[in-house]
T-cell receptor
Framework: AQTVTQSQPEMSVQEAETVTLSCTYDTSESDYYLFWYKQPPSRQMILVIR??????QNATENRFSVNFQKAAKSFSLKISDSQLGDAAMYFC?????????FGKGITLSVRP | KAGVTQTPRYLIKTRGQQVTLSCSPI?????VSWYQQTPGQGLQFLFEYFSETQRNKGNFPGRFSGRQFSNSRSEMNVSTLELGDSALYLCASSSGTGNYGYTFGSGTRLTVV
């Protein structure tokens, strides 16, 4: 069974600083996709970034980038130049067999 | 382009009743998935529909069922409600494979009393 582990329940970062959220997963699949989703208090899950497992190049979306280590089954999210609007719950997710498996999430707070 | 629309946003039901939740996907999206979110269990996959066919199902009792219509709109039904069914139910749509990610709705908050 696929599992996704986010070991840090909470993190805090100073505005304008950089923070890294960690995620590990376990799978026997060779073809899969990884995602980071953000869930603000409005409840709507927002896609932050995606990574194809077959691509070695790390995905980047503006201030968000990932460090994908396939052999180690690690998929961390780096947020640069943190902004107050980045405060939310962040979920790491793995997709295979037409379903998403989520980690427990991490609450990120941003200090002004 | 309209997003994923879930109705109602809030619902209060009594134990033993049944409930139906609705999800309208993004126009052109043929895949709809449902997830249950609770503080204790986190986000758990319920089922996914593609072109009116259930493509995958999570580990939930048979009281949880769903369907998809020809216009891709989906409904989820929970019968004989239990207190433990209180949760945020999220619907997500994708164009097909979901490899480019899923777009989520704002969810339906169900409270069972």
């Amino acid at each position: 069974a696929q599992t996704v582990t986010q070991s840090q329940p909470e993190m805090s970062v100073q505005e304008a600083e950089t923070v890294t959220l960690s995620c590990t997963y376990d799978t026997s699949e060779s073809d899969y996709y990884l995602f980071w989703y953000k869930q603000p208090p409005s409840r709507q899950m927002i896609l932050v970034i995606r990574q194809e497992a077959y691509k070695q190049q790390n995905a980047t979306e503006n201030r968000f980038s990932v460090n994908f280590q396939k052999a180690a089954k690690s998929f961390s999210l780096k947020i640069s130049d943190s902004q107050l609007g980045d405060a939310a719950m962040y979920f790491c997710a793995y997709r295979a067999n037409s379903k998403l498996t989520f980690g427990k999430g991490i609450t990120l707070s941003v200090r002004p | 382009k309209a997003g994923v629309t879930q109705t109602p946003r809030y619902l209060i039901k009594t134990r033993g009743q049944q409930v139906t939740l609705s999800c309208s996907p993004i126009s052109g999206h043929r895949s709809v998935s449902w997830y249950q979110q609770t503080p204790g269990q986190g986000l758990q996959f319920l089922f996914e529909y593609f072109s009116e066919t259930q493509r995958n199902k999570g580990n939930f009792p048979g009281r949880f069922s769903g369907r998809q219509f020809s216009n891709s709109r989906s409904e989820m039904n929970v019968s004989t409600l239990e207190l433990g069914d209180s949760a945020l139910y999220l619907c997500a749509s994708s164009s097909g494979t979901g490899n480019y990610g899923y777009t989520f709705g704002s969810g339906t908050r169900l409270t069972v009393v």
